[in-house]
């Protein structure tokens, strides 16, 4: 394998922060995963992503809300679905050129009814028969999951992985109504 082959899974990205509305006031530039972004800014009012998608986080570490970001301006914090104007840690979402799977199970720790999914659903509850979501293994790609359907409410970012229950990727309840695959047109 060449070595321009061996890195070409690398995502570019770069995302700035504006403590005020409109792009206004202090900002900071990101181009990679932050766990703690509390001492280069006290509020977010608006985003701008320049390159790459990102998951922006609430709290630290990658915790509370979730917000999905693709390239574009966010002028203020609703039209990120923000709950306030508090971003603490951001995550840079991988490129993924492959197949998308993930498996979604009624109980926790894998248990009673499952499901495959290799594409986007609108509505959980129409296609698996339950609203409940309580645990997941994705095996390939990059999924969002959405508290409601038609992909609307909190937001979960879904890397590969085993998911033993709803709490795992940071759900305050099993409910997820819809999700959708992060293609790569970051």
């Given at each position: 394998?060449?070595?321009?082959?061996?890195?070409?899974?690398v995502t570019m990205g770069k995302i700035?922060?504006?403590?005020?509305?409109?792009?206004?006031?202090?900002?900071?530039?990101?181009?990679?995963?932050?766990?703690?972004?509390?001492?280069?800014?006290?509020?977010?009012?608006?985003?701008?992503?320049?390159?790459?998608?990102?998951?922006?986080?609430?709290?630290?570490?990658?915790?509370?809300?979730?917000?999905?970001?693709?390239?574009?301006?966010?002028?203020?914090?609703?039209?990120?679905?923000?709950?306030?104007?508090?971003?603490?840690?951001?995550?840079?979402?991988?490129?993924?050129?492959?197949?998308?799977?993930?498996?979604?199970?009624?109980?926790?720790?894998?248990?009673?009814?499952?499901?495959?999914?290799?594409?986007?659903?609108?509505?959980?509850?129409?296609?698996?028969?339950?609203?409940d979501i309580h645990s997941c293994n994705?095996?390939?790609?990059?999924?969002?999951?959405?508290e409601q359907p038609n992909y609307r409410?909190?937001?979960?970012?879904?890397?590969?992985?085993?998911?033993?229950?709803?709490?795992?990727?940071?759900?305050?309840?099993?409910?997820?109504?819809?999700?959708?695959?992060?293609?790569?047109?970051?």
């Amino acid at each position: 394998m060449s070595h321009s082959a061996s890195l070409s899974w690398v995502t570019m990205g770069k995302i700035i922060f504006y403590e005020d509305r409109n792009f206004q006031g202090r900002s900071y530039e990101c181009s990679s995963d932050c766990a703690d972004l509390h001492s280069y800014f006290s509020r977010c009012n608006s985003i701008r992503v320049e390159s790459g998608c990102w998951m922006a986080y609430e709290r630290p570490n990658y915790m509370g809300y979730q917000y999905f970001m693709r390239r574009g301006e966010y002028p203020d914090y609703q039209r990120w679905m923000g709950f306030n104007d508090c971003i603490r840690s951001c995550r840079l979402i991988p490129q993924h050129r492959g197949s998308y799977r993930m498996k979604i199970y009624e109980r926790e720790n894998f248990g009673g009814q499952t499901m495959e999914f290799t594409d986007d659903c609108e509505s959980v509850q129409d296609r698996f028969r339950f609203s409940d979501i309580h645990s997941c293994n994705v095996m390939d790609g990059y999924w969002i999951m959405y508290e409601q359907p038609n992909y609307r409410g909190r937001q979960y970012f879904m890397r590969p992985g085993e998911y033993r229950r709803y709490s795992d990727w940071g759900g305050m309840s099993p409910r997820i109504g819809s999700f959708r695959r992060i293609m790569e047109s970051c």
